[in-house]
């Protein structure tokens, strides 16, 4: 599929487990974003990347980890989830030329119970 | 503390009429300002955006006005459609001279436009 897709959609997990969440890209964009979405805080920056092997922490990364081997490819992982970490989460891609533009994913709904 | 802020949660509007969205924001050094819309299950969509040297952009039935003094900004819909019931966020940026340009989002309104 062209574009940026994400895996899975709906994930429901325990408290303390560990998950994974996939982000993939068919654009060779340089950038990509990690956002989570919660209710009056909008879209909260986690991780990005300027290109592989290149990360930067966003706004909220404490208990995320990124990794970016390859350029379509962007995992998040949560090492030991926690409720707090029940969200929407979003990931986005721009070309090095573009200003702002940002496009996103479809997004995963993750629930920690 | 929120640096982007849109203080209307929701806002209803008659089909066809003006929808007027507005965001206001904290940091004087934003000189980039954007407008994603964003469906139920989808992510959100870049619609329309204005430079800081600017205090107009227009597209289509879009526009965005900002008032650099008042830090604020407004998103105007004419005339309204029930295809843009959504939710949008208000979005802005700052040059950084030696990282990524990080963009700061606002909470969303979520517009409905009745029929």
């Known amino acids: 599929d062209a574009g940026i897709t994400q895996s899975p959609r709906y994930k429901i997990t325990e408290t303390g487990r560990q998950v994974t969440l996939m982000c993939h890209q068919t654009?060779?964009?340089?950038?990509m974003f990690w956002y989570r979405q919660d209710l009056g805080h909008g879209l909260r920056l986690i991780y990005y990347?300027?290109?592989?092997?290149?990360?930067d922490k966003g706004e909220v990364p404490d208990g995320y980890v990124v990794s970016r081997s390859k350029t379509e490819n962007f995992p998040l992982t949560l090492e030991s989830a926690t409720r707090s970490q029940t969200s929407v989460y979003f990931c986005?891609?721009?070309?090095?030329?573009?200003?702002?533009?940002?496009?996103f994913g479809p997004g995963t709904r993750l629930t920690v119970t | 503390d929120q640096q982007v802020k849109q203080n209307s949660p929701s806002l209803s509007v008659q089909e066809g009429r003006i929808s007027i969205l507005n965001c206001d924001y904290t940091?004087?050094?934003?000189?980039?300002f954007l407008w994603y819309k964003k469906y139920p299950a989808e992510g959100p969509t870049f619609l329309i955006s204005?430079?800081?040297?600017?205090d107009k952009n227009e597209d289509g039935r879009f526009t965005v006005f900002l008032n650099k003094s008042a830090k604020h900004l407004s998103l105007h819909i004419v005339p309204s459609q029930p295809g843009d019931s959504a939710v949008y966020f208000c979005?802005?940026?700052?040059?950084?001279?030696?990282?990524?340009?990080?963009?700061?989002f606002g909470p969303g309104t979520s517009l409905s436009v009745i029929p």
């Open positions: 986005a891609s721009k070309a090095w030329t573009d200003a702002y533009e940002q496009y």
């Open positions: 654009w060779s964009h340089s950038y």
């Open positions: 990347s300027a290109a592989a092997d290149i990360t």
């Open positions: 940091n004087s050094m934003f000189d980039y």
């Open positions: 204005i430079s800081s040297i600017k």
């Open positions: 979005a802005a940026s700052a040059r950084q001279e030696t990282s990524y340009d990080k963009v700061i």
